[in-house]
């Protein structure tokens, strides 16, 4: 979604992975295995990721050329899941109760302080991936010894999300945050805009801390009126594709803009806008069809394969007002998933 906004301003994007066939690797000029990451890394003039785990050696190699943005610091955080916990805790961002278990032994043993906990493997979780919530007293077969972090559970009123983006020389903008439903660990739709809960200033504060450089998804709990960080996305975020229709200017653009040094401006509200994930689904003809004649809906096919529960595409719905999209949203939900009404 990157290429296809950046295609707007004649931007040439090469792509590094190890799937010729990905969805962004088909619709960029040139796509290198990661094997030749310092041919692509010389023939680039920014790198960026969109994806936190991607081959070390690009990342180094890009940092050295002075091309990557974000910096290493904030992708790193990311790669284990105790070191970005301890690290929003120590800035003084608040993040739900946790500890650090380095085995599967104490990770049970710390679980047992909450009545409730959701157990997550420090690395390599994503979309629910590797988490395991708790109740005080049950004993979930957890896969083997490595560093754990062990939350409370928080009974949230609802997750909510802000897209903030951060320029070279520290000028901060934000997307509309938006109300987000998940369903076991994944992103289902969610909507903006939404009110702030103090969001905008949690997240100027990490992205001034990190000197981080581009858009950001940070992911919040939201309880009584305040927030809470869930986790930071040190890249576009799914959470934030209302803005491709809702918004005078998509995260996808405002990451590019940030990132080659281009004129920013404040995102303002086009229409009140959201989006539903497909997920694990083919995207056939007929369920294409169906969609895109509900009027206010775009349909997004990543053309991936629809293994269970993967992101396969996403629908953009607008409307012009909270409650009108609420609707039309669980419409067509129903229409992408008909047996879970
Ligand atoms: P992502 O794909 O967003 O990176 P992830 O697998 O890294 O997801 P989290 O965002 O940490 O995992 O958790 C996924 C979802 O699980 C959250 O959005 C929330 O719904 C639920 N969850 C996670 N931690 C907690 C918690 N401490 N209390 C209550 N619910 C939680
Ligand atoms: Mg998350």
Known sequence: MMILEGRKLNIEFNVIGSDPQAPASRIADKFYHNKDYKEFVDNCDIITPEFEHVD????????????LYPNTKSLDLKLERHREKIYLSDIGIPVADFYVAEDAASALTFSEKFEESIIKTSKGGYDGKGQFHKKKGDNPELPGDQFYVVEKFIPFDFEASIIVARTKDGRIFFNQPSYNYNQDG???????PCDDYGMREKASVLVEKLDYVGVMGIEFFIKDGKSIVNEFAPRVHNSGHHTLSGSTISQFEQHIRCVLDLPMHVPGLLAHSGIINILGR?????????ILSIPGTLLY????KPLPRRKVGHVNVTASSNEELLRRLLEVKRIIYPEEV
């Not at 070390?56 to 091309?67: D, N, P, T």
């Open 56 to 67: 070390r050696r690009i990342l180094e190699y890009a940092e050295k050329q002075g091309k």
């Open 186 to 192: 994944i992103l289902l739709y969610n909507y903006a």
């Open 282 to 290: 083919e995207i056939n003809d007929s369920l294409a069809v169906r």
């Open 301 to 304: 096919n990543y053309g991936k």
